[in-house]
């Protein structure tokens, strides 16, 4: 499987010099602190830009606006909120409880000067509820999981953005169960597949669209 480069990157995905700029240095600062903190599967390092920076950043394109509030739950090295941010949008909350995390996001907000914030906390303690248009998370929970927190923080016409495996048909069903939504699958952009001629690994994923969350009776 090829790298994907940030050139290569950029020819998937829109963006400035600049916020190419800024991502580039988002990884030079993961590398730098996953020697110290365990911030990532050290083997997707290698291809970073497709496992981490263009899986987060395909969520951009389904934030209507830029001043739209985000809360990304479980932020951990910052994938996919610290990405949308540094793409653009303007009101993004990290939330995570690991402190050292914490003070990594920080120091990847300061210099690249997006517009996040940085909840040190449980997202069960988080103070607001139903102030957020979206709500972001990947790799953290189970759909039902999700759901519950989702449904506490968005506002009613709010939307939940999640980003999942190939296992993740297991999840949702259990998770329809307990919640009525209307749900949207779209396939990853960062989904290489193999060929039959190819020693290629196979990376499956979606992104999961949910709107219009509420609880099942009973």
Known sequence: M???????FAAKIDVSRETLDNLSV?????????????LVGPKTLADAWRRHVLDSAQLFNHIKKPTDLIFDLGSGAGFPGLVVAIMGAK?????ESNQKKC?????????TACSA???NGRIEDYPEQHTANY????????????CAWSYRLLVPEGKSLFLKGESYEQELTLCQKKWNMDLQIHPSLSNVNKNDDEDTEVLPGILIEIGKLSPRDG
């Open 135 to 146: 709500v972001t998370a990947r790799a953290l929970a189970p759909l039902d999981e999700l």
């Open 26 to 38: 988002y990884l030079e600062l993961l590398a730098k602190w996953q020697k110290s903190i365990n």
């Open 117 to 119: 914030t940085v909840f």
């Open 2 to 8: 090829d790298i994907l480069t940030p050139e290569g």
């Open 103 to 111: 003070s990594f996001l920080g120091e990847v907000i300061r210099q």
């Open 91 to 95: 009101n993004v909350v990290l939330m």
